[in-house]
């Protein structure tokens, strides 16, 4: 068994009045790709986004329970959210470059955080980060073009080299590839492959395809609750919950 | 006369309507037509057939009247020929006069006499022959209308393409306005550079144009006229004081667009930003006497107090407070701005880890400057365009200064100081000041239509 990076305990979410999440615990394992699969509204983006803190943006929600990264408490009181992003990235549905050049995209998380002394340093973790990001090649003669100017699937790349720029442990994905066509899907599940020799993945997605074709392990959300987490080949083939059956096999959702 | 026949019209129009609407109503029972439209559809047409027409011969009549009663009534004082124009148009005013009982010369008699018999007459068959045209066109146009409803008019399109023609009739009326409005600007511009060079008054150092009062009392030449319109000290005094009110709205006005777009609450934010938005409510002239009475001796104090010599009324004052009043325009505007930049990269920055600030910072004011820029270019063209602060604070000496504790003036507190009293139109300090509205007018434009284009072109960023 591989190390266990993420573990959540019994976490609560309420939006306001509404409960979005029950008593979630499950763990997720180092340098492994984990998918989150389940119908729309059943809570596995509240759940991604409990990982790095975004929900703190939101003035309503509120989260219950314990999320431990490495066996931290990323709730705990002493921690920074700053540096909690800064290990943890994240990848957005939509694609969302900053409206600046390319290169000042994937500069902007160094920059923030201090990480390239000199312009040079600065420039080789821009490169290496593209590079990673399988974009390099496509953008090397237009670095200092928009990055808003590049399509929806390289968008979605540059995105991602933003996000491990900072070299992160761990990189949340919440959709990435819903707003692409198959070829650039094809382009970021290739990536992801790549990408978990060094990162701990978090996909949450719609397509249980997907799931199958680049998790090793699989969690079934379901009316804000965690039906059955699995290795992938079990959910898929020998689920032990009726409801996930019937989700894999297109009886609802 | 005029409000009975309006009266009329309306009364015919609102008949005409129901007789429309019953006619199209019956031939649809009655004979089995397959009308193209609802029946209330013929009645407009046919109130449109009694209403428009009408109205439209009625303003033609009105409005060349009097020249023809005019003409008719002094047709004998022309025949004699030894009138001008002044005078028969100030005879004309006695025979008005005279005709209403006010008799105040005794001159030429019997001719006025005559006249008066003569302006009693045709006044009369004037008012006759309207009632009887306009009426009677009225009626015969519904009579037509009526018995052109059939089933082969399509009544709807025709009620369409009316209130196509008027709407475009009412947008033409702000278009031609405006045009109106730079043609004459232009024309007596134009009159104004005939007699004062253009480069005098572009260039000129000197604004006196009370000189020109000395000029016609024989004492200086056209040359000393030439001297006395230079309006670089405008300029540099509306520069001036513009440039305060934008050092004191810009910062002022951005952080608040920040602190209610992206801190305050929406509770904060609902009762905080109507207020914000009153400041640009308030009447012109009541911060101009905030600005005379409060803040001028205020600033004069502090100054005093400092060591410093300053003016009661200085150009510091009134920049300041015309600031204050252009806050609202760049706070709102930023304010939509900045939150109108999408939610998606806020999150992408806090994803990264930035802090608040950071995201406002390196994200969102960039992505938004366009529009950030664009509401400083309207609030400019607001500021170099106000008046009322600038004539009671600013005071009205046009002096050549960049010392904001001086009294300085600005291009509309001289148009007021020209145009206020009497005026000869023929005079170049009177000309002068359509020539100082027309450099007004060119800048603000230039200002409003660079700050739209820059909005454009920023709304088309995220679309």
Not at chain 1, 148 to 174: E, H, K, W
Not at chain 2, 360 to 369: Q, S
Request: include cysteine.
């Amino acid at each position: 068994m591989k190390n266990i990076k993420i573990k959540a305990d019994n976490l609560n979410v309420h939006y306001g009045e509404k409960q979005a999440l029950f008593d979630v615990s499950m763990y997720m394992e180092e340098k492994q790709v984990t998918a989150l699969i389940g119908p729309s509204g059943c809570g596995k983006s509240t759940f991604i986004r409990c990982l790095n803190r975004m929900n703190d943006v939101i003035n309503i929600c509120k989260v219950q329970g314990k999320i431990e990264i490495d066996g931290n408490d990323i709730y705990a009181p002493d921690m920074q959210v700053e540096q909690l992003r800064e290990r943890v990235g994240m990848v957005f549905q939509k694609p969302n470059p900053f409206p600046k050049s390319i290169f000042e995209n994937v500069a902007y998380g160094p920059r923030i955080h201090g990480i390239a002394e000199h312009k040079s340093d600065l420039e080789e973790i821009v490169v290496n980060s593209l590079k990673k990001a399988a974009l390099f090649d496509e953008v090397k003669d237009r670095l200092y073009d928009a990055g808003t100017g590049l399509s929806g699937g390289q968008q979605q790349r540059l995105c991602i080299a933003r996000a491990i720029s900072v070299n992160p442990d761990i990189i949340l994905m919440d959709e990435p590839c819903s707003a692409l066509d198959p070829i650039a899907t094809a382009r970021i599940e290739e990536l992801m492959a790549d990408l978990k020799t060094e990162y701990t993945i978090i996909i949450v997605t719609h397509s249980m395809q997907q799931a199958a074709r680049v998790s090793s392990r699989t969690g079934f959300f379901h009316l804000g609750k965690l039906v059955e987490v699995d290795k992938t080949e079990t959910i898929f083939s020998n689920p032990s919950d009726q409801r996930t059956q019937d989700y894999i096999t297109g009886r609802f959702g | 006369m005029g409000f009975i026949l309006i009266s009329l019209i309306i009364l015919i129009g609102i008949t005409s309507y129901f007789l429309g609407n019953l006619r199209a109503k019956n031939l649809r029972t009655s004979n089995q037509k397959n009308l193209k439209s609802l029946s209330h559809y013929y009645g407009y047409y046919v109130a449109l057939w009694a209403l428009v027409p009408a109205l439209l011969i009625l303003l033609m009549i009105t409005s060349f009247k009097s020249f023809f009663i005019e003409q008719y009534v002094l047709s004998d004082f022309i025949a004699l020929g030894s009138y001008t124009e002044t005078e028969l148009s100030l005879l004309f005013t006695q025979i008005e006069n005279t005709a209403l009982g006010i008799k105040l010369f005794d001159e030429n008699t019997i001719l006025i006499d005559g006249a008066v018999n003569k302006l009693n007459y045709i006044n009369k068959t004037i008012e006759n022959l309207t009632y009887v045209t306009v009426l009677g066109l009225s009626g015969l146009l519904v009579l037509y209308s009526l018995f052109n409803i059939n089933n082969k008019l399509n009544s709807r399109k025709i009620v369409e393409k009316f209130l196509l023609v008027l709407y475009f009739t009412c947008s033409l009326v702000a278009i031609m306005t405006t045009v109106g409005i730079i043609f004459s600007l232009l024309y007596e511009t134009l009159r104004f550079f005939s007699q004062v060079p253009i480069a005098d008054f572009l260039f000129g150092l000197n604004w006196s144009p009370q000189r020109v009062f000395v000029r016609e009392a024989g004492d200086l030449d056209t040359r000393d006229l030439a001297n006395a319109f230079g309006a670089v000290p405008l300029f540099a005094g509306t520069f001036l004081i513009a440039l305060i009110a934008m050092c004191v709205s810009v910062p002022v006005g951005l952080l608040t667009a920040i602190y209610m777009s992206e801190y305050a609450s929406p509770k904060v934010r609902d009762w905080a930003k109507p207020i914000i938005e009153i400041l640009a409510g308030i009447p012109t002239v009541v911060y101009g006497f905030f600005a005379a009475l409060t803040v001028a001796p205020l600033v004069r104090d502090i100054g005093q107090g400092a060591g410093l010599t300053v003016s009661s009324e200085s150009a510091l004052a009134a920049g300041f407070v015309m600031g204050i009043m252009i806050i609202p325009f760049i706070s709102s505007l930023s304010d939509d701005v900045i939150k109108s930049v999408p939610q998606s990269l806020r999150e992408g920055s806090y994803a990264m880890g930035a802090t608040k600030r950071e995201t406002i910072v390196k994200v969102l004011l960039p992505a938004a400057l366009p529009g950030i820029v664009g509401s400083f270019l309207l609030a400019v063209s607001r500021a170099i365009g106000e008046t009322m602060i600038v004539v009671m604070a600013a005071g009205l000496n046009a002096k050549l200064t960049a010392n904001p504790l001086d009294a300085a003036t600005t291009i509309t507190t001289q148009i007021v100081v020209i145009l206020i009293g009497d005026q000869e139109f023929d005079s170049p300090k009177t000309q002068s000041a359509f020539a100082l509205g027309l450099t007004l007018f060119v800048v603000t434009l230039a200002l409003n239509f660079i700050a739209l284009q820059v909005v454009k072109k920023y709304t088309e960023r995220y679309d």
